[in-house]
């Protein structure tokens, strides 16, 4: 069952009632204008593969001209050009396709699968081999277009062996599957392999290398090996995308600045990036993290973040690049918490590029984190999202669960995004939500999109546990479609990987939809972040090292009172960041939800909450009943022994990781609520805490 793991959701088991389903599929594929390695091409492989895998029936695959048994039902699979110049009294047949989008009917076994370019087309036959492998063979047509272009998967790999978080920063699965001992990978098989898995779901480029990044990547050597991965993606449709050091004319140029506004310096990138499309034409572009957490950045010369985005902008400009630009901007040692009571990270992000707005350049996007900190349990959208009207936006979710238990905790996240992603910032009283900014609907902009740190590893199962190969899949559909549902994802995801057993759908469904409220209950409840320990590898119950630290992660508990105060009267102003509407319900304790209360506000552990509970009873009884939760997991996945398309390898591995998860969450509950009543001395109207 490794190779199940391997292929992901892609694993074309065989369905029930295989047999039953023949009359209604094609006989033979044809794949017009193909050529060897191309998306066209791959999908008829896939079609192939996926149908005999599916239903055991082999197809004749054959390109237009070879075509032996034309009376045969038959699947059509190219682009629309393609198929207009065989069939062009069909123009006005078709339906109008953005970049990507697929065009896809099913009539009596004869399949027409038509993309607006390659990548589409090949999207069109995963989606077509989607419904199949969840037994759905019946005549229909549907017109789907992505959302938003950018759909991008980052990779926080680390070209070196050996760094501080091993190859993979932040990643649970493995090694990196492209790097290893300074350079590419010999065999990039596994590299392929995510390429298919990464196409299936609608997503179009990977950035193969840390945001810490390190400059090596760029010696000819190197290059050449970047060049090596995008020949493995490029069957895929999956384009190559690269981060940078800033710092790299200095340190690896050989030049004495890295000054962005010195000539030689924006030369240098220049010659880089000719260097890097020579190899890659097709390129995506770059991603940069600069003047952060310690990494060089323009403010280093005090230029504006925008002068330095700039400069690669115009690098990549003759070549149709683009560049992400992250607004995860902060500096780790200016931050004082005791001395003061206004220092906020939070506010970083909105200080830093206020007043830039419409100063980049047009193929420059702000890669923008969720949260105003960093991937905690709850947090309110960036309102950096509001303030770019001018420059297009993408918005930073992750996948690898870094503050959300690694992947030893099952926590399904889509029901998180979905809250970001629907949030509404009412940007002068009209509704603005996070996907329509996104998309550009909102601010009539043609860039925009989304970027998944996803940090898989050679790991079999490539995140480290098989069940939180969900929150890929959801990651890559919604930035498809965001009104994907939570469930519906996971229904989807669940035939594919495991069975349409009821049974297996149902406990799944479950264990998955309870996961993430679950988790916020026995770790940081009501807005105070996660609770992990902030300077050992952010796993694991540590309270108390959320205060005093110098990363601005602050919960500002004492012995009366906790939370941050974020508002503009009294606080860091944080709140005031926000358009009008949402700004006065943050700053006000009445009208901001109980789920971001300590978020925003500074109160005593007797506040009463909307629920009529104390913040400390709530506290309390949170963890009590998060772990609770926990602690049916793995009574349920018991139930699942032995259904169908549950082996014994991967019951095992979900079960170890299950009960692991049950334990842990004893573990979070009992140091949160002690940690708590020491600090507070107000005892549980239970009795439970502090009797152990
Ligand atoms: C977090 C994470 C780091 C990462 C950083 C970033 O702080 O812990 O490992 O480098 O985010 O996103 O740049």
């Given at each position: 069952?490794?190779?199940?793991?391997?292929?992901?959701?892609?694993?074309?088991?065989?369905?029930?009632?295989?047999?039953?389903?023949?009359?209604?599929?094609?006989?033979?594929?044809?794949?017009?204008?193909?050529?060897?390695?191309?998306?066209?091409?791959?999908?008829?492989?896939?079609?192939?593969?996926?149908?005999?895998?599916?239903?055991?029936?082999?197809?004749?695959?054959?390109?237009?001209?070879?075509?032996?048994?034309?009376?045969?039902?038959?699947?059509?699979?190219?682009?629309?050009?393609?198929?207009?110049?065989?069939?062009?009294?069909?123009?006005?047949?078709?339906?109008?396709?953005?970049?990507?989008?697929?065009?896809?009917?099913?009539?009596?076994?004869?399949?027409?699968?038509?993309?607006?370019?390659?990548?589409?087309?090949?999207?069109?036959?995963?989606?077509?081999?989607?419904?199949?492998?969840?037994?759905?063979?019946?005549?229909?047509?549907?017109?789907?277009?992505?959302?938003?272009?950018?759909?991008?998967?980052?990779?926080?790999?680390?070209?070196?062996?050996?760094?501080?978080?091993?190859?993979?920063?932040?990643?649970?699965?493995?090694?990196?599957?492209?790097?290893?001992?300074?350079?590419?990978?010999?065999?990039?098989?596994?590299?392929?392999?995510?390429?298919?898995?990464?196409?299936?779901?609608?997503?179009?480029?990977?950035?193969?290398?840390?945001?810490?990044?390190?400059?090596?990547?760029?010696?000819?050597?190197?290059?050449?090996?970047?060049?090596?991965?995008?020949?493995?993606?490029?069957?895929?449709?999956?384009?190559?995308?690269?981060?940078?050091?800033?710092?790299?004319?200095?340190?690896?140029?050989?030049?004495?600045?890295?000054?962005?506004?010195?000539?030689?310096?924006?030369?240098?990138?220049?010659?880089?990036?000719?260097?890097?499309?020579?190899?890659?034409?097709?390129?995506?572009?770059?991603?940069?993290?600069?003047?952060?957490?310690?990494?060089?950045?323009?403010?280093?010369?005090?230029?504006?973040?925008?002068?330095?985005?700039?400069?690669?902008?115009?690098?990549?400009?003759?070549?149709?690049?683009?560049?992400?630009?992250?607004?995860?901007?902060?500096?780790?040692?200016?931050?004082?918490?005791?001395?003061?009571w206004k220092?906020d990270?939070a506010n970083?992000?909105?200080?830093?590029?206020?007043?830039?707005?419409?100063?980049?350049?047009?193929?420059?996007?702000?890669?923008?984190?969720?949260?105003p900190?960093?991937?905690?349990?709850r947090e309110p959208v960036?309102p950096?999202?509001?303030?770019?009207?001018?420059?297009?936006?993408?918005?930073?979710?992750?996948?690898?669960?870094?503050?959300?238990?690694?992947?030893?905790?099952?926590?399904?996240?889509?029901?998180?995004?979905?809250?970001?992603?629907?949030?509404?910032?009412r940007?002068?009283?009209?509704?603005?939500?996070?996907?329509?900014?996104?998309?550009?609907?909102?601010?009539?902009?043609?860039?925009?999109?989304?970027?998944?740190?996803?940090?898989?590893?050679?790991?079999?199962?490539?995140?480290?546990?098989?069940?939180?190969?969900?929150?890929?899949?959801?990651?890559?559909?919604?930035?498809?479609?965001?009104?994907?549902?939570?469930?519906?994802?996971?229904?989807?995801?669940?035939?594919?990987?495991?069975?349409?057993?009821?049974?297996?759908?149902?406990?799944?469904?479950?264990?998955?939809?309870?996961?993430?409220?679950?988790?916020?209950?026995?770790?940081g409840n009501l807005g105070i972040q996660?609770?992990?320990?902030?300077?050992?590898?952010?796993?694991?119950?540590?309270?108390?090292?959320?205060?005093?630290?110098?990363?601005?992660?602050w919960t500002r508990a004492d012995?009366d009172t906790i939370g941050m105060d974020r508002t503009v009267w009294n606080g860091t102003g944080f709140a005031g960041q926000y358009p009008e509407e949402i700004a006065a319900m943050y700053e006000n304790i009445e009208t901001t939800p109980d789920d971001l209360l300590l978020w925003f506000h500074h109160v005593p552990y007797t506040q009463v909450l909307k629920s009529g509970k104390t913040v400390i009873q709530h506290f309390?009884?949170a963890?009590?009943?998060?772990?609770?939760?926990?602690?049916?997991?793995?009574?349920?996945?018991?139930?699942?022994?032995?259904?169908?398309?549950?082996?014994?390898?991967?019951?095992?591995?979900?079960?170890?990781?299950?009960?692991?998860?049950?334990?842990?969450?004893?573990?979070?509950?009992?140091?949160?609520?002690?940690?708590?009543?020491?600090?507070s001395?107000?005892?549980?109207?239970?009795?439970?805490?502090?009797?152990?």
């Open positions: 069952a490794a190779e199940d793991g391997l292929s992901g959701w892609l694993r074309y088991a065989r369905i029930k009632g295989a047999n039953g389903y023949h009359n209604k599929l094609p006989s033979a594929i044809v794949t017009l204008n193909a050529t060897e390695g191309s998306p066209v091409y791959t999908a008829g492989q896939e079609l192939s593969d996926g149908i005999r895998g599916i239903f055991g029936k082999e197809l004749e695959l054959d390109t237009a001209s070879t075509r032996k048994t034309p009376r045969d039902t038959t699947a059509t699979v190219g682009t629309v050009t393609a198929y207009l110049d065989s069939n062009p009294g069909a123009a006005d047949r078709l339906p109008e396709l953005v970049d990507d989008g697929f065009y896809l009917s099913v009539s009596k076994g004869n399949v027409l699968i038509l993309g607006q370019n390659e990548r589409g087309t090949l999207y069109g036959a995963f989606h077509y081999l989607s419904l199949l492998a969840q037994g759905n063979a019946s005549d229909f047509t549907v017109t789907s277009n992505p959302d938003a272009p950018i759909r991008w998967v980052n990779q926080w790999d680390n070209m070196q062996d050996g760094g501080t978080h091993g190859s993979v920063e932040r990643g649970y699965g493995g090694d990196s599957i492209f790097f290893w001992d300074g350079k590419i990978r010999d065999d990039l098989t596994r590299a392929g392999q995510y390429a298919r898995l990464l196409a299936s779901i609608g997503l179009n480029a990977v950035v193969v290398n840390n945001v810490n990044a390190d400059a090596k990547t760029l010696t000819p050597e190197n290059m050449d090996g970047l060049a090596r991965i995008a020949d493995v993606f490029r069957p895929y449709g999956v384009q190559l995308g690269v981060s940078l050091n800033f710092a790299a004319p200095e340190t690896l140029g050989g030049l004495d600045s890295f000054d962005p506004l010195d000539e030689t310096v924006a030369s240098w990138w220049k010659d880089i990036t000719d260097e890097l499309y020579k190899r890659i034409p097709d390129m995506a572009g770059y991603l940069v993290k600069a003047n952060s957490e310690g990494q060089p950045g323009p403010m280093t010369y005090n230029r504006t973040l925008a002068d330095g985005a700039n400069m690669f902008a115009h690098a990549l400009k003759p070549h149709g690049g683009i560049i992400l630009f992250r607004a995860f901007v902060y500096d780790h040692r200016s931050l004082n918490q005791t001395l003061d220092a990270r970083a992000a909105g200080d830093y590029f206020d007043g830039l707005d419409d100063k980049f350049e047009d193929n420059v996007v702000i890669q923008i984190k969720h949260g900190i960093d991937f905690q349990v960036s950096l999202f509001a303030h770019l009207v001018e420059t297009p936006s993408a918005i930073e979710l992750q996948v690898t669960q870094e503050y959300l238990g690694q992947q030893a905790h099952l926590v399904y996240l889509a029901p998180m995004w979905k809250e970001i992603l629907d949030f509404d910032f940007v002068d009283g009209k509704p603005s939500r996070t996907s329509d900014i996104l998309n550009g609907k909102r601010f009539n902009r043609k860039l925009g999109g989304y970027a998944g740190v996803v940090n898989v590893g050679t790991n079999t199962t490539w995140l480290g546990s098989h069940l939180a190969m969900s929150n890929l899949y959801a990651y890559g559909r919604l930035a498809w479609d965001p009104s994907a549902t939570s469930e519906g994802m996971l229904e989807e995801w669940i035939k594919m990987t495991f069975s349409d057993d009821k049974k297996v759908l149902d406990v799944i469904t479950k264990l998955s939809m309870q996961s993430w409220p679950a988790y916020e209950d026995y770790t996660t609770l992990c320990d902030i300077l050992l590898g952010h796993y694991g119950p540590n309270p108390a090292s959320q205060d005093g630290n110098p990363w601005g992660q012995a309390y009884d963890h009590y009943a998060g772990s609770a939760v926990a602690q049916t997991f793995p009574q349920l996945w018991e139930t699942l022994r032995g259904r169908p398309g549950i082996d014994d390898e991967r019951f095992d591995h979900v079960m170890y990781r299950l009960v692991y998860q049950a334990g842990h969450s004893l573990v979070w509950r009992d140091s949160i609520n002690t940690f708590y009543h020491n600090k001395g107000i005892a549980d109207e239970q009795g439970r805490v502090g009797n152990h």
